[in-house]
């Protein structure tokens, strides 16, 4: 009985305490990954173009939002997430995105060299076509999770990546 109550005990626990403190914070637009990478099939180099010949990915700029979204004025009437959208670009106001993802400052990373090898976004950020809100892939094993040094070296070993201290730290 005493480990029935336990393990109930902490699995509210864990479920309260994962809501207090790890809820990831709402993006200033609700951007549907699903909609746009997965069901419209639209490449994920189209807007992140840095992939593949810069450290950092990038995300779209307003203008490059509105390239497509103003050729689809149904859209723009319809839903209130475009309308924030349309809003931000009437005010010519940059959309202030909220970071998933993100190494500490001392740590040194690169897209290119590792698309270069051909690696896939999905090994790194999961399955991203079929997140409605794009989430951090948090695996069973969070000390382990995408972005942790352990996981960065385990793949340089697998694969023969530079594992001297110097190659990721600045
Ligand atoms: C080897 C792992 C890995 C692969 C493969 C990878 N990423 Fe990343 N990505 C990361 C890491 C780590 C960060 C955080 C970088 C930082 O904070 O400096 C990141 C950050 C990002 C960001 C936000 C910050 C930025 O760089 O603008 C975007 C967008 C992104 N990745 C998209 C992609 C896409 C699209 C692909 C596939 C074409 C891809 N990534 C492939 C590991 C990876
Ligand atoms: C290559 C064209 C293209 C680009 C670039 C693009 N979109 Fe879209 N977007 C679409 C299409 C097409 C849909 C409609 C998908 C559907 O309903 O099937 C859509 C849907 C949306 C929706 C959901 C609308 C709803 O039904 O609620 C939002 C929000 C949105 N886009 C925001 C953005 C933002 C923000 C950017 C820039 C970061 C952007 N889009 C860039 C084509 C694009
Ligand atoms: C139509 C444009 C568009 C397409 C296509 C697209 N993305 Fe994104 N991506 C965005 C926008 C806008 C954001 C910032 C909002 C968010 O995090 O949802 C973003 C954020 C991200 C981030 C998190 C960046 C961070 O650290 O906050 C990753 C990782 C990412 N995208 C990967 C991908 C992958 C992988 C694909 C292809 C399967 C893809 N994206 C396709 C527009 C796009
Ligand atoms: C999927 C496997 C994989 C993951 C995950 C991975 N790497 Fe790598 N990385 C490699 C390989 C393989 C190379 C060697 C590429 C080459 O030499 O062409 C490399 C190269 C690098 C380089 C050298 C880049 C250059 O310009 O020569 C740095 C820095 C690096 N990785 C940092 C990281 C960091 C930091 C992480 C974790 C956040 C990470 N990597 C995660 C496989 C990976
Ligand atoms: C393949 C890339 C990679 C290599 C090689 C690497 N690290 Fe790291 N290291 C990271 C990443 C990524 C983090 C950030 C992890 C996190 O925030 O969870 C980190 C974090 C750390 C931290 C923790 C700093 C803090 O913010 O608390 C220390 C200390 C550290 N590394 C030391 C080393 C030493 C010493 C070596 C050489 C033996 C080394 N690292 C080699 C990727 C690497």
């Given amino acids: ?6 393990t109930l005990v902490t699995y509210v626990g864990w479920i309260v305490l994962d809501n207090v403190f790890y809820r990831q914070q709402a993006q200033p637009i609700a951007f549907p990954h699903d909609l746009h990478a997965g069901q419209r099939q639209i490449a994920c180099q189209y807007c992140h173009r840095g992939v593949n010949h810069a450290d950092i990915a990038g995300v779209p700029s307003v203008q490059e939002c509105m390239d497509c979204h103003q050729a689809i004025p149904k859209l723009l009437k319809e839903s ?60 069973s094993a969070w000390w382990h999770s995408p972005g942790t040094m352990g996981w960065c070296l385990q ?13 990721c730290h600045k």
């Fill in 1 to 6: 009985m005493a480990v029935v109550i336990l």
């Fill in 80 to 139: 209130v997430e475009v309308q924030k959208l349309k809003g931000y670009w009437d005010r010519k106001e940059p959309i202030k995105w909220f970071k998933v993802y993100q190494l500490p400052e001392h740590v040194r990373f690169s897209h290119q060299a590792h698309i270069a090898r051909g690696f896939d976004c999905a090994y790194c950020h999961g399955q991203v076509q079929e997140m409605k809100v794009l989430k951090f892939p948090w695996t």
């Fill in 155 to 167: 793949c340089h070993r697998d694969n023969k990546g530079p594992q001297d201290c110097s190659a």
